[in-house]
């Protein structure tokens, strides 16, 4: 089983900034993909920002240029680096991994239990 532990959440004012980190433990022989997901109240839940194993890393339009998304291998761990915030930016941000187990088993996704931003004055 694979647990994944977000932190860095919090109150913050229009223009600060805010890093969450998102660390994955248990039984994990790869990690394919990692992301950041956000669902503000009322509406859907959006990517926010994707980092696949070799592959490139890609944003949400409402976040490029404000937003960067990097990952520890060695400490399993996802960051999101969140600046220039704006009231738009208040949601749940949820971490998403990609994880095979062992050599041979199949990926399975999983999800953080999700971390609330505020941006507010």
């Known amino acids: 089983q694979v647990q994944l532990v977000e932190a860095g959440g919090g109150l913050v004012q229009p223009g600060g900034s805010l890093r969450l980190s998102c660390a994955a433990s248990?039984?994990?022989?790869?990690?394919?993909?990692m992301a950041w997901h956000r669902q503000a109240p009322g509406k859907q839940r959006e990517l926010v920002a994707t980092?696949?194993?070799?592959?490139?890393?890609n944003y949400a339009d409402s976040v490029k240029g404000r937003f960067t998304i990097s990952r520890d291998s060695a400490k399993n761990t996802v960051y999101l680096q969140m600046n220039s915030l704006t009231p738009e930016d208040t949601a749940v941000y949820y971490c998403?991994?990609?994880?095979?187990?062992?050599?041979?088993?199949?990926?399975?996704?999983?999800w953080g239990r999700g971390i609330q931003v505020t941006v507010s004055s």
């Open positions: 980092k696949p194993y070799g592959g490139s890393t």
């Open positions: 248990g039984r994990i022989f790869s990690i394919n993909s």
């Open positions: 998403y991994f990609r994880i095979a187990a062992t050599m041979s088993s199949l990926p399975y996704d999983y």
